[in-house]
């Protein structure tokens, strides 16, 4: 089960392999979980500083502090 809807706007937390754009990024979909482990469902996230999609796993996002604003 996704923790986080679609629209919300969440932090990736970045790891050692993979250059990050900066500020958040937007839940554009669920990835269904039969497609990837459920213990750890994958969204599709887009930043406005990128011109391309991203998936990542819940595991390594949090909600953006910017979503209270």
Do not use: W
């Not at 089960?1 to 979909?29: C, D, S, T, W």
């Not at 459920?38 to 910017?66: G, Q």
């Amino acid at each position: 089960m996704h923790k986080f809807k679609i629209g919300q706007l969440v932090e990736l937390e970045p790891n050692m392999l993979q250059l990050l754009a900066p500020g958040g990024y937007e839940i554009r979909h669920l990835v269904p979980s039969s497609d990837r482990d459920p213990a750890d469902p994958c969204y599709r996230i887009k930043s406005a500083a990128e011109k391309y999609e991203r998936v990542a796993p819940e595991s390594r996002l949090t909600l953006s502090a910017s979503f209270f604003s």
